[in-house]
């Protein structure tokens, strides 16, 4: 595909002189002229969509009777509109162009309308258009995947886990194109941006957009977020062409941006030029020389980033023996001759067969552009690839998450120095009127711990139980439930990236304890837990996890399926809460077998379970083992014999095979 020349506009604007909306490769029909739209579609073929849809629409009126013509000069329309970014315009005149029965023999019609409405984030009535669109005979594979991402926009613009927050940045805005932001001083408090906005140098219309030819901007915040008055630039900067795609170095004394010369007659390729600062203002700019315009004279160079030590610079070409349309090429500096080297290709790794524009690098290294690949939501996406830490290699990028990327054009984000919020260029329906300048910022992460304390008999609240929480970051703190059963203060904020231990006790009841981490967590969490607390009663069977042992052994079962060690542990993490407990271990058989055998093997059962507890640090004198035998089944042997099946019996037989514990005082003094 022989691509025309791309210049320093707003994303549409330059994908506009490229490729097709929302760039698929959509066939449209050769333009069978007539005199009534010769100028209109010789417009249209240079590119000057604006003044096309002029053109034609003037032209539309003066035809008579000619349907076919005038359902035709409706889809060009359309195209002039939605090539210029105006959608809902370009929704209009392809509904024209199919009331007027053109689409019947025009199956791009029904695709293109869904582009638009895709654009606009109207996926049912996109979906519609695509299903209509494929039922005319149009590619069915194309639709498919088309519907599938209105769906996956639409999903995610609902059930996004992504913490980023969007806001336009409506101070700074205009009706006109607004886009590609750089922060152009230290503290990060000024930017410096592209517009076509009315008070841009000179006074041409750019015949795509009709709108004012872009021109560099700068705008200061105040400490209560307030923005300034957007300036433009010096006139050594800005002319009657275009000029965007900034970058300066990190001192911010130097600026690079992309100038596309246009006169009369003309449009010359884009490159980067530089200027420095003289006080307030830029000195002269000079092209920097990326390329040599003597064996590459059409190619387009733009959209400068530098790397965080200024020793690489990643721009956008779309010069021969790249991976695809526009791609990202890097140059290393040379200090010593004060140069940019030779220029080379990023690589697969980054670039794709599509294109890849509006470079980033951020402060830790990593590389943010905008590409309309697969796997994006519709449009540009914004592409992050993590610096792997060697030069110019990072690893494969993968699109951002709504709210950062939607179905519209989304691209040129630069990210603060310092802290996790910065800008991006979009023109999703919340614009005003073309591409807009939004803020995005990334709340740090909240955690929050609310522990509820309950009777475990009663299921009622329990007053004054003391609550104590250490974590691995070095905090703590302590509190006691109220009548309701929670913290007097509600709760603690707790850490991200932490292990918490949590120790609940009270004068007669049964300490109780427990362990929550936020070690990695992407999302802000309450951890709101219930706890349940039983009364210390001597002499009560207290039910524990299940301990098994090996047939006719004393040997604890461990294996895929039951691990009694776990089981076992239980215990010795509740002696270790409440250290002035004595207890005994009581095993008990069931009824098969001669009482005298039984109760010897209980018993030799229940001292297992206390060398278990000793041999991890359990003082022995906190600890009897009792083989009950047995004598105390909990199912009698009339009642098991009034069973139905074998399974239902063997099942009552491992009810009674059953290892408890009973506290027997709990004034032991620990030494």
């Not at 315009?89 to 199919?98: F, R």
């Not at 592209?194 to 000179?202: F, Q």
């Not at 160079?301 to 779309?318: C, E, K, N, R």
């Not at 999703?428 to 929050?448: H, M, Q, W």
């Amino acid at each position: 595909m022989n691509l025309p020349m791309f210049e320093a506009l707003p994303a549409r604007r330059i994908l506009t002189a490229l490729f097709s909306f929302l760039m698929l490769s959509v066939a449209v029909p050769a333009l069978a002229q007539s005199d009534a739209t010769e100028d209109a579609d010789a417009m249209f073929e240079r590119g000057g969509y604006f003044d096309a849809a002029a053109e034609y629409q003037s032209a539309y009126g003066k035809l008579k009777g000619d349907l076919e013509e005038k359902g035709r000069v409706c889809f060009q329309i359309g195209e002039c509109y939605r090539s210029a970014r105006a959608l809902a315009a370009s929704e209009e005149w392809y509904k024209k162009s199919i009331d007027l029965k053109w689409a019947k023999d025009h199956v791009e019609v029904f695709l293109n309308y869904g582009l638009v409405l895709m654009g606009q984030q109207k996926y049912d009535k996109a979906t519609a258009m695509f299903d209509r669109y494929t039922k005319a005979g149009g590619d069915r594979g194309l639709a498919g995947t088309l519907v599938e991402n209105c769906g996956i926009a639409a999903e995610n613009m609902v059930v996004s886990d992504s913490r980023y927050r969007v806001e336009s940045i409506s101070m700074l805005n205009s009706p006109s194109f607004d886009y590609g932001a750089v922060y152009s001083d230290r503290r990060a408090d000024e930017v410096i941006f592209s517009s076509s906005r009315s008070s841009a140098a000179g006074s041409g219309e750019d015949p795509i957009t009709g709108e004012s030819f872009m021109d560099l901007f700068s705008a200061e915040v105040d400490r209560k977020g307030k923005w300034s008055i957007p300036q433009p630039l010096n006139s050594t900067i800005n002319s009657t062409s275009n000029e965007g795609g900034v970058a300066l170095d990190k001192k911010k004394q130097t600026l690079y941006f992309t100038r596309c010369l246009v006169d009369k007659d003309n449009n010359y390729p884009c490159d980067i030029y530089l200027a420095r600062r003289l006080g307030k203002k830029w000195g002269a700019a000079e092209e920097l020389g990326l390329v040599d315009r003597a064996s590459n004279d059409s190619c387009q160079v733009g959209q400068p980033a530098l790397s965080p030590s200024d020793d690489f610079m990643i721009f956008v070409s779309d010069m021969a023996g790249g991976q695809g349309g526009n791609d990202l090429y890097y140059a290393l500096y040379d200090g010593d001759s004060e140069t940019w080297g030779s220029v080379t290709n990023l690589g697969s790794d980054v670039n794709s067969p599509d294109d890849e524009m509006f470079p980033h690098i951020r402060s830790n290294g990593d590389l943010y552009f905008a590409s309309n690949r697969d796997g994006g939501m519709g449009g540009l996406d914004i592409y992050h690839a993590a610096w792997t830490g060697s030069d110019m290699e990072f690893n494969s990028p993968s699109a951002m998450e709504f709210p950062i990327n939607t179905s519209s054009d989304d691209f040129g984000i630069v990210f603060h120095p310092e802290e996790e919020r910065g800008m991006f260029t979009s023109d999703r329906p919340e614009s005003k009127g073309k591409d807009d300048l939004f803020e995005f910022t990334k709340p740090p992460l909240e955690f929050n711990y609310l522990p509820l304390v309950y009777d475990y008999d009663t299921g009622m609240p329990i007053e004054g139980v003391r609550v104590m929480v250490t974590g691995t970051d070095g905090g703590s703190a302590e509190g006691l439930t109220d009548d309701e059963g929670a913290i007097e203060n509600g709760g603690w904020e707790i850490s991200p990236e932490s292990t918490y231990a949590v120790e609940i006790s009270k004068e007669g009841y049964i300490a109780a304890g427990d362990q929550f981490s936020t070690i990695g967590l992407s999302k802000s969490t309450q951890f709101i837990k219930e706890y349940l607390l039983q009364v210390v009663v001597t002499e009560k069977d207290y039910p524990m996890p299940l301990v098994q042992y090996v047939f006719d052994e004393a040997t604890l079962v461990v294996d895929a399926e039951v691990n009694s060690h776990d089981s076992l542990t239980y215990l010795v993490d509740l002696l270790t809460r409440n250290p002035t407990f004595v207890i005994s271990l009581e095993a008990h058989t069931d009824t098969r077998g001669g009482d005298d055998y039984n109760r010897e093997l209980s018993q030799r059962r229940a001292e297992t379970c206390v060398s278990f507890l000793v041999e991890r640090g359990i003082d022995r004198a906190r600890l009897e083992s009792i083989g009950r035998g047995e004598d105390m089944p909990l199912i009698s042997d009339v009642e098991l014999a009034k069973l139905g099946s074998e399974e239902e019996q063997e099942a009552a037989h491992q009810m009674n095979r059953r290892t408890v514990f009973r506290i027997t005082s709990f004034d032991f003094v620990p030494k």
